[in-house]
C-alpha cells in the first residue's frame, strides 16, 4: 500500500477465561490494514468474530473478552494503550460507529433532535446556532422524509429502518477519518440501501475516509467495498481484492457461503452449509473449516494451513488452493416451494382493514377536524392454508404494522381479521383464546425486543413447550436440543442467555421459540436480516418443510427480495400502506406491472463487483402518503397526468390472481421500460 494504514492491526488475539483459566480465543492471529479512502468487507458466519474485530478496532472489547496479543493501531498510536479520554474523543468523532442494533444505540427518552445535537457539541466545532440545519442536512443525506419532523420525534416513532439511518446520519456528524459498519443496512429496504451505499461510498471518495464493514449481506460488499477479508472460526482465512473473492474466490469457506446466497433470478432454495463451525477453544490442530469442507483430506485435519498465495491477489489459508475451483458457487439447493391448491381453505383472512396510529383529540373530534392519512388503508388479503404470502415494500409501506394487526398487538380502526372457521379473531391479544394464540405464532426483527435477558434459552424455549403441550422432564428436553438443532445451534445453547449470543444466534432462538408452538401460521418480520448467509439458507429450508409437512402457513416480511422469491406462493406490494400489486411470485417477479414494484426490483443488489443497481435519477423518501389519488404518484417515473393526483386508482386484473392498482393501461405497463 502506497500510503500508511490509518487502522493497522497486528496479530491481534482475544479471547475468554473457560473453566479451570483457560483461555479460549475469539480472534486468532489477525491482520488487517485499511488505508484513508480504502473500504474493507468482514464476512464470515455469526460468532466468527466479525463485530469483536470491529469493535477491537475502536479499542473497545465486550464484557469477559480480553486481548491475549497483539497491536490495534489507529492513526499511529495503539487504541488499547490510549487513556479513557482520549478514546472518549476519539470514539463519535474521529472514528465512527455504525451498529448493528440501531435500537440500542438511540436513547429512548431523548427526541432525535437532542441525540444529534449531542454528538455535534461533543465532536464538532460548529456553532450552536448551525446545529439544527447540519442535523437537516444529515437526515436528509440519509434519505429520512421530513428531517424537521424526523428531528421531533422519539425512536418508538420510528421504524427500524428509520431508526438506522438516524443511526449513520450520528455516525457522520463527527466528520470522521474512519468510519466502522457493524451490519449497517440490515433494517433498510432496497432502494434506501442502495442510496445510502452509494453516499457512503461516495464519502469514501471525497473526504478519504477509511471504512470497515461487517456484514452478512455479499451484496453490500460487492457495491462499496475494494478489499474482502473472511473470517472462520476466529481466524483469516482469505483477503484479496472484491472483485476476484466475490467473483472467484480462493477458499472452500468463502466458495460455501457464495452458493448460500438466494439469487433474485432463481426461485430455487439455495444450498445451506453442513455442520456448524467448531466453538471457541474447541479447535486445536489441523483447518478449522475440515469438517464441513468438501475437499478435506486427512492432512487437512491435522496440519493447520499457513496463509499462502491463491488464485488472482488473493491469499488464502487452505492446503489445496489449486483444487478450490472444482467446487460450484452457484448451484441450487432444493426444491421450489410448495404451492397450495387454489381451492384450499383461508387460514386468514383481512378484510378492509384500516390501521391508524394518530388518535384524535376529543377537541379535534368536536371540531370534525380531519385525520392525516391512515398509515394502512383498505387491505383485503387472503392466505391459504400451507400458503407463503410474502409482503414487500420500503420501510414504512406499512408491512409490520400490518403483522402486529394480525397478531393482536395493534387494533384496526376498521375491517375484519378472521381466523380459519371465519371466527372473528379478537382486536387485541388478551381477548384471544389459548388455541388461537398457539396456531397464530410471530417472529420479530430485532430478537433484542422479544427475548427476556434474564432468562436462559432453555426457559424461553420451555415455555410454549409447558403452556401448550404440558411437556415435562425428558420429553420437555428432547423437544428443546429438536428445536435448537432445526435452527442450527444446538443442545450446548440451552444454558446460555441471550446476552452471551451473537445477534444471528438471537434471533435463531426466536425462530424456534415460534415453531415450538407448532403453530398453523407463523408471521415473520424480517427474521433472517440478522443472519449469515449460510443460516439464512437453513432458515429457509426449515420453512420451506414446516409448510411442505405440517401445511403451515406464512405471511413473510422482509427487505431482500430475493428470499421472499425463494419462500413465497404469491406476493403482495405495498407503498405507504396501500397495497400496488398481488399476484404468484413468478408473475410479480418475471414481469413487475407497476411502476414501484419495478423501481424496488431494479434497486436489489447482488453479490457481483460487476451489476450496478438501476435507481430514480431523482428519488425521495416521503413519510405520509397523499390525501388523495395514487399514493405513489410523487415518485412515479411513468405518471399517467392529473388524474392521478385526484382518483384513486383501479384494480386491474392480469389473469391467474394476479392484478395491479394503477391508472395506466396494462399493455403500457406490461410493455414500458422503467427509467
Known amino acids: 500500500m502506497a500510503n500508511p494504514p490509518l487502522i493497522d492491526i497486528r496479530k491481534l488475539c482475544i479471547g475468554f477465561s473457560g473453566r479451570g483459566g483457560t483461555i479460549l480465543p475469539v480472534l486468532h492471529d489477525v491482520d488487517l490494514a485499511v488505508c484513508r479512502g480504502e473500504s474493507l468487507g468482514i464476512v464470515g458466519e455469526s460468532g466468527s468474530g466479525k463485530s469483536t474485530l470491529a469493535l477491537a478496532a475502536m479499542g473497545y472489547l465486550k464484557h469477559g473478552l480480553e486481548k491475549i496479543d497483539g497491536e490495534v493501531i489507529y492513526d499511529g498510536v495503539d487504541m488499547f494503550a490510549r487513556s479513557p479520554k482520549e478514546l472518549q474523543r476519539i470514539r463519535g468523532g474521529k472514528l465512527g460507529l455504525i451498529p448493528q442494533n440501531s435500537g440500542q444505540s438511540l436513547t429512548p427518552t431523548l427526541r432525535i433532535g437532542q441525540q444529534i445535537d449531542e454528538v455535534l457539541h461533543l465532536h464538532c466545532t460548529l456553532p450552536k446556532a448551525l446545529h439544527e440545519a447540519r442535523a437537516i442536512d444529515l437526515l436528509t443525506q440519509v434519505r429520512l422524509p421530513d428531517p424537521r419532523a424526523i428531528l421531533r420525534r422519539y425512536p418508538h416513532e420510528l421504524s427500524g429502518g428509520q431508526q438506522q439511518r438516524v443511526a449513520i446520519a450520528m455516525a457522520l456528524a463527527g466528520e470522521p477519518d474512519a468510519l466502522l459498519l457493524d451490519e449497517p443496512t440490515t433494517g433498510l429496504d432496497v432502494t434506501t440501501q442502495a442510496h445510502i451505499l452509494d453516499l457512503l461510498r461516495e464519502l469514501a471518495v471525497t473526504r478519504k475516509m477509511a471504512m470497515v464493514y461487517v456484514s452478512h449481506d455479499l451484496g453490500v460488499i460487492a457495491r462499496v467495498c475494494d478489499r474482502v477479508l473472511v473470517l472462520y472460526a476466529g481466524e483469516t482465512v482469505l483477503i484479496g ?151 414487500v415494500g420500503e420501510s414504512g409501506s406499512g408491512k409490520s404494522t400490518i403483522l402486529k394487526a394480525i397478531a393482536g398487538l395493534l387494533a384496526p380502526a376498521e375491517g375484519q381479521i378472521l381466523l380459519d372457521d371465519n371466527t372473528l379473531l379478537g382486536t387485541t391479544v388478551e381477548r384471544r383464546r389459548p388455541d388461537q394464540l398457539r396456531r397464530l405464532q410471530i417472529v420479530f426483527q430485532n430478537p433484542d425486543a422479544s427475548l427476556n435477558p434474564r432468562q436462559s434459552v432453555a426457559e424461553i424455549l420451555s415455555q410454549p413447550l409447558r403452556l401448550y403441550f404440558g411437556l415435562r422432564g425428558e420429553a420437555l428436553q428432547d423437544r428443546m436440543v429438536a428445536l435448537l438443532d432445526a435452527v442450527r445451534l444446538g443442545a450446548s445453547y440451552l444454558d446460555r442467555r441471550p446476552g452471551q449470543l451473537s445477534g444471528g444466534e438471537k434471533q435463531r432462538v426466536a425462530v424456534a421459540r415460534a415453531f415450538a408452538a407448532d403453530p398453523r401460521i407463523v408471521l415473520c418480520d424480517e427474521i433472517t436480516s440478522a443472519l449469515d448467509v449460510s443460516v439464512q439458507a437453513a432458515v429457509l429450508e426449515l420453512l420451506n418443510d414446516l409448510k411442505r409437512v405440517h401445511g403451515t402457513a406464512f405471511i413473510f416480511v422482509s427487505h431482500n427480495l430475493a428470499i421472499v422469491r425463494v419462500l413465497s406462493d404469491r406476493v403482495a406490494v405495498l407503498y405507504q400502506g396501500r397495497l400496488c400489486e398481488i399476484g404468484p411470485t413468478a408473475a410479480v417477479y418475471s414481469q413487475p406491472s407497476h411502476p414501484y414494484t419495478e423501481v424496488l426490483l431494479s434497486a436489489v443488489l447482488e453479490p457481483d463487483p460487476d451489476h450496478a443497481p438501476r435507481l430514480l435519477t431523482e428519488d425521495r423518501a416521503e413519510l405520509s402518503p397523499p390525501e388523495r389519488g395514487c399514493p405513489f404518484q410523487r415518485r412515479c417515473p411513468v405518471k399517467a397526468g392529473a388524474i392521478c393526483e385526484t382518483d384513486a386508482p383501479p384494480w386491474q386484473e392480469t389473469g391467474n390472481g394476479h392484478a395491479i392498482r394503477c391508472h395506466l393501461p396494462l399493455t403500457a405497463l406490461q410493455n414500458r421500460i422503467c427509467g
Do not use: W
Open 241 to 391: 481484492p472484491a472483485a476476484e473473492v466475490l467473483r472467484d474466490p480462493a477458499h472452500p469457506y468463502a466458495r460455501a457461503l457464495l452458493a448460500s446466497i438466494p439469487r433474485l433470478c432463481d426461485q430455487q432454495l439455495p444450498r445451506a452449509l453442513n455442520g456448524r463451525p467448531p466453538s471457541p477453544g474447541s479447535h486445536h490442530h489441523g483447518c478449522a473449516f475440515a469438517q464441513r469442507c468438501a475437499l478435506a483430506t486427512e492432512t487437512c485435519r491435522t496440519e493447520r494451513p499457513p496463509m499462502t498465495a491463491g488464485a488472482g491477489s488473493q491469499s488464502t489459508r487452505c492446503l489445496y488452493p489449486d483444487r478450490v475451483s472444482e467446487i460450484d458457487i452457484r448451484g441450487g439447493g432444493g426444491a421450489v416451494p410448495m404451492v397450495c391448491p387454489a381451492d384450499s381453505p383461508p387460514a386468514l383472512t383481512l378484510k378492509d382493514v384500516t390501521i391508524r396510529y394518530q388518535r384524535p383529540s376529543l377537541l379535534a373530534r368536536l371540531r370534525h377536524r380531519a385525520l392525516n392519512p391512515a398509515t394502512v388503508e383498505g387491505i383485503s388479503l387472503t392466505l391459504r392454508h400451507g400458503e407463503s404470502l410474502g409482503m
